[in-house]
């Protein structure tokens, strides 16, 4: 069964600095990885899906990778602003035909 | 763009009673997704559906019914409202057998009483 973990669960940084948010999971068998972002109350908000066929996707100030072989993708946000601060989650669709998420990283910046 | 909406943004039940959770979504999407998200459990799937008339359980089905009569529309019902029923419900489309982005709705809290 596929298996979707995200390290830190927790993590807090000064404004303006480049950040990294990871992402692994067990069974490397995947169509599409996405990233999603949640502000508190609200759903989710879908940031950066990557095929399993693609290495990178960009988006504004974010960039998310994908390394199906090794199962591990990584969210880099750049010039990081209070606004960004939510739960940010990865996601991975298999041949089960649904997502896998992670638990999530709870990011906060501070101005 | 892609609008998945749900009936309700908060909702009251009392104990026993049968709740509808609708979820409608604009984009002709095959896949459609039931999740309750509970704090410290993240996202856990109920039920999710492939294609009219056609429902699959996910890992947690127990206490919960689904109904897809038309392609955009995709019901949640609970039989019998229970006070562990109390919950974050979201509703997600997404297209085709290999997936595609995934779209949620705003989500209904739920609170049963």
């Known amino acids: 069964k596929q298996e979707v973990t995200q390290i830190p669960a927790a993590l807090s940084v000064p404004e303006g600095e480049n950040l990294v948010l990871n992402c692994s999971f067990t069974?490397?068998?995947?169509?599409?990885l996405q990233w999603f972002r949640q502000d508190p109350g609200k759903g989710l908000t879908s940031l950066l899906l990557?095929?399993?066929?693609?290495r990178e996707q960009t988006s504004g100030r974010l960039n998310a990778s994908l390394d199906k072989s090794s199962g591990r993708s990584t969210l880099y946000i750049a010039a990081s602003q209070p606004g960004d601060s939510a739960t940010y989650l990865c996601?991975?669709?298999?041949?089960?035909?649904?997502?896998?998420f992670g638990s999530g990283t709870q990011l906060t910046v501070l101005p | 763009d892609v609008k998945v909406t749900q009936s309700s943004r908060y909702l009251v039940k009392r104990t026993g009673e049968k709740v509808f959770l609708e979820c409608v979504q604009d984009?002709?999407?095959?896949?459609m997704f039931w999740y309750r998200q509970d704090p410290g459990l993240g996202l856990r799937l109920i039920y999710f559906?492939?294609?009219?008339?056609?429902?699959e359980k996910g890992d947690i089905p127990e206490g919960y019914s689904v109904s897809r009569e038309k392609k955009e529309r995709f019901s949640l019902i609970l039989e019998s409202a229970s006070t562990n029923q109390t919950s974050m419900y979201l509703c997600?489309?997404?297209?085709?057998?290999?997936?595609?982005?995934?779209?949620f709705g705003p989500g209904t809290r739920l609170t049963v009483t």
């Open positions: 997600a489309s997404t297209p085709g057998w290999t997936g595609g982005e995934q779209y």
């Open positions: 069974d490397s068998a995947i169509y599409n």
């Open positions: 990557i095929q399993s066929s693609q």
């Open positions: 996601a991975v669709w298999g041949s089960a035909r649904q997502l896998t």
């Open positions: 984009m002709d999407h095959e896949n």
């Open positions: 559906s492939y294609d009219v008339k056609m429902k």
